[in-house]
Structures are given as C-alpha cells and as structure tokens.
C-alpha cells in the first residue's frame, strides 16, 4: 500500500507558499502523493488551482483530488481543467470525483442539486472520451479517474467508466466494507482485475486541540456525524501506524493521510510515522 | 453528576447498577411508569458470549441470573411430522420477570432510586438522561435521532406455557390459510416461551383481527395441541403484534443517549434484543469509566463501539424475519436440507461454524447431498471428489454475430474455440450496449464508428450512447439457432443486463405488449438444435422502480423454465446505466433462492462470493444449485491454475 498525504487546502491559517513548501517537502519525503479536498463555500483553496501550482513544485508524487464535486463544474471544463493539470505534471492526476455533500455549494456555484448523480456519470463518461468528435483537449489518456460514493449507483458508476474507489474516511473496518462493494460492483460489470482502492483519514501529530476545532468546523454541517469525524481523528504516531496497518489489511492501495492543522512540522512527524 | 435513566426494563435496571457501582458518588435513578412486578413478554434467551460479559460486569448478578436459567444447546425443528436435532447451540433463557427482580434488588444495593409508576412528560434534569423505555420509547420522540420505525417480518402472538421444552425447538404447521410457526424454548423449571407467527396473507386469511384475545390462544392451542401435549398456552396481554424494526441515525443527542430497543431492535427470531440490551449498558459504562464522566465524549465513543456490532445483528435479524415470512416456498425442500436451511437463514451460522458445533449434522446433510456416506469430518470441501461436484470453466461473453459484439475484443461464436476443460458458453447479442470501446477502459463507452446497434425500443444505453435501431428479428434468430451447433458442455442464452434479448424483457426497454415474445421464440428454437444442458441468464430485477421487480422476474424464470431452461443464471440491474443496484458479499443470493424455490427451477449464482464455504452454504441449503466463486486473486493462484474458472457444485437433480 502507498501512503500519500493531504495538501491542507482548507486549514485556517494555511497560505499560498506554505501549500507550496508543503507540496516540496512531500515530494521529497516517503509519501507517493499529495491530495486535496474540495469544498465552494468555505475559506480553502480551488482544487485544480492547488494541483497547477503543485505540479510545478514537485517532479515524482501523484497529484490527485480526495475528492472533487464534479457536478460543481461543467463537464467540458471540468475535463480540460483535469487534463491541464495532468499534462502540466507530466502524466501524474489522479481524478477523483464524486458529487459532495453540501447543497450550499451548488447554490454558490449555481448548479443543480438534484440530478447531480446523474451529471456525475455523464462527467466520468465523458472524461473516460465517451464522446465522438468532440475536440476538448489536451489528451486525458492517462488520467487515473476514482469515483467516491457510498449508495448503490455510486458503487456501479465506479465499476462502469472509472480506475477505481475513492472512499470517504473512516475506520479500516469501513473501508473494508466499501471495498467489498466496490469490488463486488467491479465483477457486475465485468471489469477486469480488481478496481483501485484509495482511502483517506485525519491527523495530527502537533496540536489536537487546532486540529478538532477545525474539523469541528469543517463538518458542522453534518450535525452529530461530526462527534464520530473526531472521535476517528489520529493525533499519535501509533494510532497512525494502527490506521495504516488496517487500511493494508483492508485491501487499499493507496492511503491519503490529511492534516488537520497546515504545521509543517506534521509532514515531517508524519514522514517518521510512515517511513 | 447525575443521571436519569427513563424505562425499568433490563437494559435501565442494569446501566443503573454499572453507574453506581462505577461511582457512588453519582446519582442515579430509574423512572418506571409501570409497577415493579409487571412485565409483559416471557422468557428472554442469552447466548454464552453475552454471560461472559455479563460476568466481567457484575458478577453478583451474573451469579443470580445463571443460577436460574434453564440451558440447553440443542435446536429441534419439527417439520412434516420429523424432527430434526442440531446439537451444539448454547442458549440459556431467564423469565423476564425473574431477571428484573434480580436487577432491582442489586439496583437498590447499590442505592440506585427506583421509582415505579412515573410516567414521563419532559426530559429530566440531569447531567446524563438515558432513555431506555424500550421500542416506543418516549424519550426518543423528545430528541432529534433520526429515527426510522417500520415493521418487519411476519404477525406474530408471543404466549407462555407450562410444558417445559428441552431444546430450542420451531414448529411448523401446515393449515388451509397457509403455514403456521412456533419457536418454543424453556426459561426456568416450570415453563417456556411459545411464539406463534404467520404471514401476513395467512393471518388475514385465518381473519385473525376479527377474533379476541382469547379466541386467538384457543386457536393456537389447538393448532399446537400435539406439540403442546395437552398443556396451555398462556396469555400476558398476548395479540398479534407486527415487529417494529427501530433504527437510529444517532444515538445520542447532547445529554440524552439511547440504550435497548430505544435505539435499536432485533427481531425476536434471533433472540437478541436483550442481549444488546444489556451489552449496551456495559459500554455505555465502560466509555463514561474510560472518559471519566466526560459524557459528551463518552457518548461518542458508545456509539462508535455499539453502532457497527448492533449494525450487524440488525442486518442478521432481518434476515432471519424475512426467512420466517417467506418459510412457506421451502416446503418442498427434503427435511434435512430444510433444517440447514433454517439453521443458515440469518448468515451467522455457514456450513463450516456448523460443522465444528455439530459435525454429525453437516455429516448427515453432505451424505445426503452426496448421496453417499462420508467418513470423518471433511475438512476442507466437503463434496470435493464427489461425483456430482464439477468444475466448469464460463466463456465470458460470446457473440452470436460481430453485430452483436460488446466491443471489438468480444469473440464471436464462429471464431471462438473451447477450452480442454469443461465449459459452460455464455452465448448473447449486445444489443444497445454493443459497440463500445474495450472493457478495460471502462463498460458503455460507444466506440467512435463503431458498428450500428439494435433494441427493442430506440432508447440509448447510456449517457453519450447513440440509439438503438429496431433488430432484424428472423437473422438474429437464425444466428442464436446456428450458433447452437458450437461444441461445448452446458450453453447459455444471455438474457440479463440489458443485453439485446434482456432489454426485450423489462418494460422499461420495451414498449411491447408481450415482452417474452421474442426471448421465448429464441430459447425455443435453441432448445429444439440443443440436446445438453441449456441456461438462461436472468436480470431477476431491474433494480429500478419502474423496472421489473423481483416477483417479475420469477414469473419470467418460470416461463423460461417452462419453455425448456434446465437452469437460471441469477443476475440483476444493468437493465437500464442508471439503476439502483445493492452491491455487497453474494448480493445476489437472496435472488437466487426466491427464483430456486419460488419458480422451482435449477439455478446458478455468483455476486462476490469469495469462499468454498459461502458456496457450501448456499448449496447444502438449497439457495442454489450451481456456485461461482470469485476467488481472491492469492487463493486462484493456490487452487487453480488460471483465474476466472467457476467453481461449480451441483446438486443431484
């Protein structure tokens, strides 16, 4: 399993430079990827914006969105911004979609709310180059594309136009049971192989306290959900390694571990943790 | 620090003891609204796991309650005039009655207030209210849970008896409005628990709401009068009742926290909810030690530790409640593969856990189902070597024609070759999902000047299909009844996911008055060229609302099977891109078993099922008669040479 880390786009107090450092020392460090949330209405960073930037900072590590609301963006731009990013860092997105959790969003960006499954299967297919003559370039060959989701149509949206399951946090015993229903959905539909299996959690390794009052914050809008975000919260070198290990015997491929505060001292704690 | 705990039942009464015996400082009461001595409901069942625990909690009263339970670890299932024994179950059961006098008195040991015959209006003050009152709990109303309640499974008349039972034992009955069932089992010296369920066709049938109280119990008796030996049943407030299926989006909300039924229930069939009950009090305690009175915090970690576990024997229940509603389509099952049956019905138990219980039970039904006797317990298959257990290799998707190719990969039947070994030809016509690029890219992506594609109806597949033309009908026939001149050992028509002869199927594909036409014309011509084995590969349901349900579709076995199937392929959904599919380990066995034992056909089943033991189970207990395995990457390496092999184990016909 490959451990990558979170990009903190969304942490109070991170700054455009200090991203940037961030996307540096990982880069140089044991992790294989750096990742990014997405969110409209909140003070974060725009996510293909982030990745642009950190192309240009980094040379090896994978450059994915953890995830991005598809259905925010129109298809043809969503898909020539994917593929932007993709030929700025030589080959290295990873396009992980799914459709978010916040009508406020889509009101922001003034997109449907309802039918955003459904737009999100028209955006993986036409990202996968579903569309005869259509002339949107550059080439998004290549692009590794995740789709996130827990209902059943997510599950069969994944199987039929993308690379793999980008799942959405929580304890190895969740995760496994995603990934259980992702590959199930992956036989269904007669892919060969078996799908690629990321998985995301928080930490902190510097201050606990910063780091609960921001996902306090971050998930509010989930109601009492946000007490079990927390309660998931890693903020010691054995509870990561635990985490890790239970991912790696869940079957994923790929571990994005996000920090809840934008210390740059986390990544260089966290590069102990995992190397 | 002060707690409220609202409901006198076992799970109040013992959070109350855990507190107090935690902290004496704390305040804890208990508000009861009926008096001490009533209860409703009979003997409750623990299994041995839950007595460990209740043993590391508090042993005082782990010692009174074992020291008057009734135990026994056998389960008799009385079917067509046999009874069937399965040994190995460890169960012991309490009166109700019995194991709340026991809680009260160590609550008031421990000084835990008792106050009987409070109804309560408002939630309490206190630093922690606990609602414990149970499946209607009113403490839940006053809070924002998320609460769901619905009922599950069958109309059910709980009653007591004085014949003392020696074993765990269900009853079926057999009557002009349809079967009957008992699940009886003793809770002291002197008497038993005695449930009595049916469907709800057969209770409306039998016009059980137009009859008293006591006119139910005398029906019962007299339904059960052999098994009942002359004895009676008794009533505690006993009608028909539906189950309520209480879930919980949360369980706690600020200050207030949900314990037992108030959060969750279980249907009775699998004798649980006490059981949770009281398991739950002990982590609510424990989280509040480990916390150390912080509560909000406390509450979150009971949650995290209960929600999962509870979860699951939620999901087991309600299997084991739709078994009970659904029982009637087993009669024709063999006794013994009927009592594996039951035995599985909630997944809990598999032919491998049973055969470590009581491998004289598995031995029993492997011979049967062999027809053989075999010698010491089988290890690792039980039918490996059997001459009724084959391996067959399935072909992937075969083209009648390039027209009706998936993608420019797909074989076509003319060029095809089989394999050395055996192997089951999965012949079809993509139909509007032809034409697509290959499937390593991805499923339904059309292939840019790609081929024209045929259906039904001129609905596109997917979001940038292209439509659909009408098919030549006559050629493609023509090309299915030459095709069925290929060497091979079984041949499958395919006829599911939205494929060209599924697509005629479902009514959300076909606009057709008579959407079995063309499918049925296709399997009859096949049949009249093809002497072997012959399959039909179904979508059961379209998994869509619109779509063909799950009844649909085994109206549509049955015409297939009577049209000259030998045998379903159980498929479901990708009828339409957009349908609604429940993906988890063999989501497709329940299907299987309503098409097997409903339309009364031979099935096969696959639907992530990664273990030789999944296979056993579903086989031995008749859910299906023919299993593919997708065997995890590591385990193909190990048992087979190449991956993508079936597994298959028959059943004797």
């Given at each position: 399993?490959?451990?990558?880390?979170?990009?903190?786009?969304?942490?109070?107090?991170?700054?455009?430079?200090?991203?940037?450092?961030?996307?540096?020392?990982?880069?140089?460090?044991?992790?294989?990827?750096?990742?990014?949330?997405?969110?409209?209405?909140?003070?974060?960073?725009?996510?293909?914006?982030?990745?642009?930037?950190?192309?240009?900072?980094?040379?090896?590590?994978?450059?994915?969105?953890?995830?991005?609301?598809?259905?925010?963006?129109?298809?043809?731009?969503?898909?020539?911004?994917?593929?932007?990013?993709?030929?700025?860092?030589?080959?290295?997105?990873?396009?992980?979609?799914?459709?978010?959790?916040?009508?406020?969003?889509?009101?922001?960006?003034?997109?449907?709310?309802r039918g955003r499954g459904r737009k999100l299967g028209e955006q993986l297919a036409y990202i996968r180059g579903a569309v005869d003559g259509e002339r949107v370039g550059p080439a998004r060959d290549g692009i590794e594309l995740l789709a996130g989701g827990l209902s059943g149509q997510a599950f069969s949206r994944m199987a039929r136009y993308t690379d793999g399951y980008a799942h959405n946090g929580g304890p190895p015993r969740a995760f496994a049971g995603a990934a259980a229903r992702a590959e199930a959905a992956w036989r269904d539909l007669g892919r060969e192989g078996r799908p690629r299996l990321w998985g995301q959690g928080y930490f902190t390794l510097c201050d606990p306290e910063r780091g609960e009052a921001y996902l306090r914050d971050y998930y509010a809008f989930t109601g009492g959900f946000v007490e079990r975000i927390v309660a998931e919260h890693l903020t010691s070198i054995?509870?990561?390694?635990?985490?890790?290990?239970?991912?790696?015997?869940?079957?994923?491929?790929?571990?994005?571990?996000?920090?809840?505060?934008?210390?740059?001292?986390?990544?260089?704690?966290?590069?102990?943790?995992?190397? | 620090?002060?707690?409220?705990?609202?409901?006198?039942?076992?799970?109040?009464?013992?959070?109350?003891?855990?507190?107090?015996?935690?902290?004496?400082?704390?305040?804890?009461?208990?508000?009861?609204?009926?008096?001490?001595?009533?209860?409703?409901?009979?003997?409750?069942?623990?299994?041995?796991?839950?007595?460990?625990?209740?043993?590391?909690?508090?042993?005082?009263?782990?010692?009174?309650?074992?020291?008057?339970?009734?135990?026994?670890?056998?389960?008799?299932?009385?079917?067509?005039?046999?009874?069937?024994?399965?040994?190995?179950?460890?169960?012991?059961?309490?009166?109700?009655?019995?194991?709340?006098?026991?809680?009260?008195?160590?609550?008031?040991?421990?000084?835990?207030?008792?106050?009987?015959?409070?109804?309560?209006?408002?939630?309490?003050?206190?630093?922690?209210?606990?609602?414990?009152?149970?499946?209607?709990?009113?403490?839940?109303?006053?809070?924002?849970?998320?609460?769901?309640?619905?009922?599950?499974?069958?109309?059910?008349?709980?009653?007591?008896?004085?014949?003392?039972?020696?074993?765990?034992?269900?009853?079926?009955?057999?009557?002009?409005?349809?079967?009957?069932?008992?699940?009886?089992?003793?809770?002291?010296?002197?008497?038993?628990?005695?449930?009595?369920?049916?469907?709800?066709?057969?209770?409306?049938?039998?016009?059980?709401?137009?009859?008293?109280?006591?006119?139910?119990?005398?029906?019962?008796?007299?339904?059960?009068?052999?098994?009942?030996?002359?004895?009676?049943?008794?009533?505690?407030?006993?009608?028909?009742?539906?189950?309520?299926?209480?879930?919980?989006?949360?369980?706690?909300?600020?200050?207030?926290?949900?314990?037992?039924?108030?959060?969750?229930?279980?249907?009775?069939?699998?004798?649980?909810?006490?059981?949770?009950?009281?398991?739950?009090?002990?982590?609510?305690?424990?989280?509040?030690?480990?916390?150390?009175?912080?509560?909000?915090?406390?509450?979150?970690?009971?949650?995290?530790?209960?929600?999962?576990?509870?979860?699951?024997?939620?999901?087991?229940?309600?299997?084991?409640?739709?078994?009970?509603?659904?029982?009637?389509?087993?009669?024709?099952?063999?006794?013994?593969?009927?009592?594996?049956?039951?035995?599985?019905?909630?997944?809990?138990?598999?032919h491998a856990t049973l055969s470590i219980r009581d491998p004289q039970f598995t031995r029993t039904l492997d011979a049967w189902f062999g027809g053989k006797e075999v010698s010491p317990p089988p290890a690792f298959s039980p039918w490996e070597g059997f001459p009724n257990r084959f391996s067959l290799v399935p072909s992937g998707f075969v083209a009648v024609s390039a027209e009706g190719r998936i993608s420019e990969e797909t074989p076509v039947v003319g060029e095809w070759t089989r394999p050395k070994e055996p192997v089951l030809l999965q012949l079809g016509h993509a139909g509007r999902r032809g034409s697509c690029r290959p499937v390593s890219v991805g499923r339904d992506l059309p292939l840019p000047h790609g081929w024209p594609i045929v259906a039904p109806a001129p609905m596109p597949y997917g979001p940038f299909s292209p439509a659909p033309q009408r098919p030549d009908e006559a050629?493609?026939?023509?090309?299915?009844?030459?095709?069925?001149?290929?060497?091979?050992?079984?041949?499958?028509?395919?006829?599911?996911?939205?494929?060209?002869?599924?697509?005629?199927?479902?009514?959300?594909?076909?606009?057709?008055?008579?959407?079995?036409?063309?499918?049925?014309?296709?399997?009859?011509?096949?049949?009249?060229?093809?002497?072997?084995?012959?399959?039909?590969?179904?979508?059961?349901?379209?998994?869509?609302?619109?779509?063909?349900?799950?009844?649909?579709?085994?109206?549509?076995?049955?015409?297939?099977?009577?049209?000259?199937?030998?045998?379903?392929?159980?498929?479901?959904?990708?009828?339409?891109?957009?349908?609604?599919?429940?993906?988890?380990?063999?989501?497709?066995?329940?299907?299987?078993?309503?098409?097997?034992?409903?339309?009364?056909?031979?099935?096969?089943?696959?639907?992530?099922?990664?273990?030789?033991?999944?296979?056993?189970?579903?086989?031995?207990?008749?859910?299906?008669?023919?299993?593919?395995?997708?065997?995890?990457?590591?385990?193909?390496?190990?048992?087979?040479?190449?991956?993508?092999?079936?597994?298959?184990?028959?059943?004797?016909?």
């Amino acid at each position: 399993m490959n451990v990558g880390v979170g990009l903190p786009t969304t942490t109070p107090g991170a700054t455009g430079e200090r991203l940037l450092e961030w996307a540096r020392r990982a880069d140089a460090g044991p992790f294989s990827s750096v990742a990014v949330l997405d969110r409209l209405v909140y003070d974060s960073f725009e996510p293909f914006a982030v990745l642009s930037a950190a192309a240009g900072a980094t040379s090896r590590v994978r450059l994915a969105t953890m995830i991005a609301i598809g259905p925010l963006r129109s298809t043809a731009l969503l898909a020539k911004q994917a593929a932007s990013v993709h030929g700025l860092s030589g080959g290295r997105l990873t396009l992980g979609l799914a459709v978010g959790a916040r009508v406020e969003d889509y009101e922001a960006a003034g997109m449907e709310h309802r039918g955003r499954g459904r737009k999100l299967g028209e955006q993986l297919a036409y990202i996968r180059g579903a569309v005869d003559g259509e002339r949107v370039g550059p080439a998004r060959d290549g692009i590794e594309l995740l789709a996130g989701g827990l209902s059943g149509q997510a599950f069969s949206r994944m199987a039929r136009y993308t690379d793999g399951y980008a799942h959405n946090g929580g304890p190895p015993r969740a995760f496994a049971g995603a990934a259980a229903r992702a590959e199930a959905a992956w036989r269904d539909l007669g892919r060969e192989g078996r799908p690629r299996l990321w998985g995301q959690g928080y930490f902190t390794l510097c201050d606990p306290e910063r780091g609960e009052a921001y996902l306090r914050d971050y998930y509010a809008f989930t109601g009492g959900f946000v007490e079990r975000i927390v309660a998931e919260h890693l903020t010691s070198i054995r509870a990561i390694k635990d985490f890790i290990r239970g991912y790696e015997e869940a079957g994923c491929d790929e571990l994005v571990l996000f920090s809840t505060t934008p210390a740059l001292e986390e990544l260089e704690r966290l590069a102990e943790a995992v190397g | 620090m002060t707690v409220e705990i609202v409901g006198g039942g076992p799970a109040g009464l013992y959070l109350g003891i855990l507190l107090r015996k935690l902290d004496r400082a704390v305040e804890v009461r208990v508000l009861e609204r009926n008096a001490p001595d009533a209860t409703f409901g009979w003997g409750v069942v623990f299994s041995e796991e839950t007595l460990g625990s209740l043993r590391d909690a508090d042993p005082e009263t782990h010692l009174e309650i074992t020291d008057t339970f009734a135990r026994w670890d056998r389960v008799d299932i009385r079917y067509q005039d046999r009874v069937l024994s399965s040994r190995g179950h460890s169960f012991s059961a309490i009166a109700r009655r019995r194991l709340l006098e026991i809680l009260q008195a160590r609550c008031r040991a421990l000084g835990v207030e008792l106050t009987f015959g409070t109804e309560v209006e408002a939630l309490p003050e206190a630093d922690l209210v606990v609602g414990a009152d149970g499946a209607n709990s009113l403490v839940r109303r006053l809070g924002d849970f998320g609460t769901t309640v619905e009922p599950e499974g069958s109309k059910y008349v709980w009653f007591g008896t004085d014949l003392v039972f020696d074993a765990f034992t269900f009853i079926f009955k057999e009557t002009e409005n349809g079967l009957y069932n008992a699940h009886a089992y003793p809770y002291d010296e002197h008497m038993s628990t005695f449930i009595v369920e049916c469907p709800l066709e057969t209770w409306l049938g039998a016009r059980h709401g137009d009859r008293s109280e006591e006119e139910s119990l005398a029906f019962c008796e007299q339904l059960f009068a052999r098994d009942l030996r002359g004895h009676e049943l008794f009533s505690n407030r006993s009608i028909w009742l539906d189950f309520p299926k209480v879930t919980n989006r949360v369980w706690h909300d600020r200050r207030v926290v949900l314990v037992g039924d108030a959060a969750h229930t279980a249907h009775f069939s699998i004798g649980s909810g006490t059981k949770l009950a009281m398991e739950d009090s002990i982590a609510l305690a424990n989280a509040l030690a480990r916390r150390r009175w912080d509560v909000e915090a406390a509450l979150v970690d009971y949650e995290l530790e209960r929600g999962p576990l509870v979860e699951r024997t939620q999901a087991a229940a309600s299997d084991s409640a739709g078994y009970f509603r659904r029982v009637g389509r087993y009669r024709h099952l063999e006794p013994t593969q009927f009592a594996f049956n039951l035995l599985t019905r909630s997944g809990r138990i598999t032919h491998a856990t049973l055969s470590i219980r009581d491998p004289q039970f598995t031995r029993t039904l492997d011979a049967w189902f062999g027809g053989k006797e075999v010698s010491p317990p089988p290890a690792f298959s039980p039918w490996e070597g059997f001459p009724n257990r084959f391996s067959l290799v399935p072909s992937g998707f075969v083209a009648v024609s390039a027209e009706g190719r998936i993608s420019e990969e797909t074989p076509v039947v003319g060029e095809w070759t089989r394999p050395k070994e055996p192997v089951l030809l999965q012949l079809g016509h993509a139909g509007r999902r032809g034409s697509c690029r290959p499937v390593s890219v991805g499923r339904d992506l059309p292939l840019p000047h790609g081929w024209p594609i045929v259906a039904p109806a001129p609905m596109p597949y997917g979001p940038f299909s292209p439509a659909p033309q009408r098919p030549d009908e006559a050629e493609i026939l023509a090309q299915f009844v030459a095709a069925a001149e290929v060497d091979a050992d079984v041949l499958e028509l395919d006829m599911a996911h939205g494929y060209l002869l599924g697509s005629y199927l479902s009514p959300l594909t076909n606009l057709e008055e008579d959407r079995l036409r063309f499918p049925l014309q296709v399997l009859a011509a096949v049949r009249d060229m093809w002497a072997g084995p012959l399959a039909v590969r179904l979508s059961v349901t379209d998994w869509h609302p619109r779509g063909s349900s799950v009844d649909d579709g085994i109206a549509i076995a049955r015409a297939m099977r009577d049209a000259g199937a030998d045998l379903i392929h159980v498929e479901a959904g990708q009828t339409v891109h957009d349908d609604r599919p429940e993906y988890r380990r063999g989501f497709l066995t329940a299907l299987s078993d309503r098409v097997r034992n409903e339309a009364r056909i031979p099935t096969l089943v696959g639907g992530y099922l990664t273990t030789l033991d999944e296979a056993n189970t579903i086989v031995g207990a008749g859910r299906a008669d023919l299993v593919l395995l997708d065997l995890p990457p590591a385990q193909i390496e190990r048992t087979l040479d190449t991956s993508n092999k079936l597994l298959l184990a028959e059943v004797r016909p």
